[in-house]
């Protein structure tokens, strides 16, 4: 039996023991398919595994092209994924404008919710790629230090407060393209997609958006002029909630991107071998 048919097979009073059997099996499993594909070169400890297994419903060929289209994403964008030095002065910058915030706690599902604030950079001043950077180097440590909020899924909420045709400008189809498919080779999934405070010709920006996007994931996008329907206790107050400003998160995950700066180096040493 399959480590994915083993897990489906188990009532809701199965021993947890069971379930972490199963587990361990898929993980190993996994680890002599690396094994036998260095050219991978993913990471293979239980905490990174068992994550990529259980976002993938347990099922293993599924995994498997997860971490391969994971790995060979960090490789081919050398721009987001090579140097993620925390105290680089452009990554400072964007951390301490807070471009990617992940919220405390998590919405009414148990899903994390982040606010990626599409428009608070200066088009002139920062690069789009150096946003996207930052927003992976939070996104990867988010994924560490909450994996089981994550592996229910994401909830992103985009405020496009202050978007101005330079950021727009900025993305060009092939950005967009790489951005989009960013968000598939990730192990956890958007859940939703909403856009808030969005001018009322955002519908020709993000129909370019809509060319790269799987039909599930078009189905999850929502626009809205102002607020959110987003229901989460700790939602920022910049957005109407009762939880920290954007400007304490900002400080909250710089500071945390500062204390783990190891963990950026240990992360740069799994991408695909190229050939």
């Not at 690396?34 to 993913?42: Q, W």
Request: proline share 4%; aromatic share 8%; charged share 30%.
């Amino acid at each position: 039996m399959s480590v994915g048919s083993l897990i489906d097979s188990l009532d809701t009073d199965a021993d947890v023991d069971n379930v972490t059997k199963a587990q361990e099996e898929g993980v190993q499993e996994l680890r002599n398919w690396l094994d036998a594909n260095p050219e991978i070169n993913g990471c293979k400890t239980y905490e990174s595994l068992s994550f990529f297994l259980r976002t993938c419903k347990f099922d293993l060929e599924r995994t498997k092209k997860k971490l391969q289209v994971f790995y060979r994403m960090r490789a081919e964008r050398s721009e987001w994924f090579d140097n993620c030095d925390p105290m680089l002065p452009e990554i400072q910058e964007l951390l301490k404008l807070g471009v990617f915030l992940p919220v405390d706690g998590v919405d009414e599902h148990k899903r994390k919710v982040v606010i990626i604030r599409t428009a608070v950079h200066d088009p002139k001043r920062h690069t789009q790629n150096n946003v996207f950077k930052t927003s992976k180097m939070i996104l990867d440590l988010l994924l560490k230090l909450e994996p089981d909020n994550c592996a229910r899924g994401i909830v992103a909420i985009m405020d496009m407060e202050g978007v101005q045709l330079g950021h727009a400008l900025q993305l060009n189809p092939k950005l967009i393209k790489r951005s989009v498919e960013s968000w598939s080779a990730y192990p956890c999934q958007p859940k939703l997609l909403e856009f808030t405070n969005a001018p009322r010709h955002v519908n020709i920006f993000l129909n370019t958006f809509r060319v790269f996007m799987t039909a599930k994931i078009r189905s999850r996008v929502v626009v809205r002029r102002a607020g959110t329907t987003v229901v989460c206790k700790q939602l920022p107050r910049d957005l109407d909630g009762q939880g920290a400003s954007y400007k304490e998160l900002a400080m909250k995950w710089k500071k945390l991107l500062e204390t783990h700066a190891e963990f950026y180096v240990e992360q740069g040493k799994y991408k695909s071998i190229l050939k």
